[in-house]
């Protein structure tokens, strides 16, 4: 199957579905440290509760049945459980070395799952999509405001670590790429450098989507871009789709992904947060209010692929894939030259 190919015919018919969020599923089974650890990490010294991605080695049931029950609500596209399985996130837990591990068995799990529900429905193809998250530092900013010249992290760092996350990613079978929750564009050109360079390397034919995260009111990502400057400084990259999750709800999304629809010449994503979290962080709107909100942004022919991000469960996905049969997937504009 040319997935490309494949993926470009299935959007011009209809809007996928991407799936809800891993993290706040994981935190409806309350697991302890010890269900963190498993067997094999019984013994070790520091504490790993918190490392969701390690779950694919720990709990890979949960991590299973968490991508079944989004399949079974009605989602295309489903995330492996990596979005911190690079080296530099994973060194606070001193877990670098199963890095390639992690990756590859998270991605196993996930094609598992989307394999059986194809197989349920050939005439509905499931896509697994690598994620490739932020990590936990920041190329394009300081974090010490006395020493505004300091870097955290190189760019030259950052791509070693996508290169070897997204060798695992493709050797368990991925069929895309997700780079997601972009805060900071550099952090994201290097994980498109990592991906275009495997690519061209091992002549693949493999999407990639591309998804930042409006920080605030303000309208910009946390290095200080609005969705224009965002696109603009990622549309050279040879990429599927480009569109917003995380941070904000449904609602303030909207005139973030209009920008994106009438600029980007790629598809568009969009994938909020159940709302914005309450006092306990947890997220309240009901899977109903999220989807009427998404219903208009598909209403007004603004997109091509939802889903949902921070507390939303699959009664939120179910909502938005039974809103989404109703309406035609946003259309490419015609590039003049």
Known sequence: MNTTSTLQQLLKERILIIDGAMGTMIQTYGLDEAQYRGERFKDIQQLVKGNNDLLVLTQPQIISDIHKAFLEAGADIIETNTFNAQAISMEDYRMQDLVHEINLKAAQIARQAADEYTAK???????????????????????????????????????????????????????????????????????????????????????????????????????????????????????????FNCALGAKDMIPYIHSLHELAWVYVTAYPNAGLPNEFGQYDESPEAMAKVIESMMADGMVNMVGGCCGTSPAHIKAIADKAKQYAPRELPQLTV
């Open 121 to 243: 429905t050939p005439d509905k193809p499931r896509f697994v999509a690598g994620a490739v998250g932020p990590t936990n530092r920041t190329a394009s900013m300081s974090p010490d405001v006395n020493n505004p010249g300091f870097r955290a992290v190189t760019f030259e760092q950052l791509c070693q670590a996508y290169t070897a996350q997204i060798l695992a990613l493709i050797e368990g079978g991925v069929d895309l790429i997700l780079i997601e929750t972009i805060f900071d564009t550099l952090n994201a050109k290097a994980a498109l450098f990592a991906v275009n360079t495997i690519k061209a390397e091992r002549q693949l034919d493999l999407p990639v989507m591309l998804s930042g995260t409006i920080t605030d009111a303000s309208g910009r990502t946390l290095s200080g871009q609005t969705p224009e400057a965002f696109w603009h400084s990622l549309a050279h990259g040879d990429i599927l789709s480009i569109g």
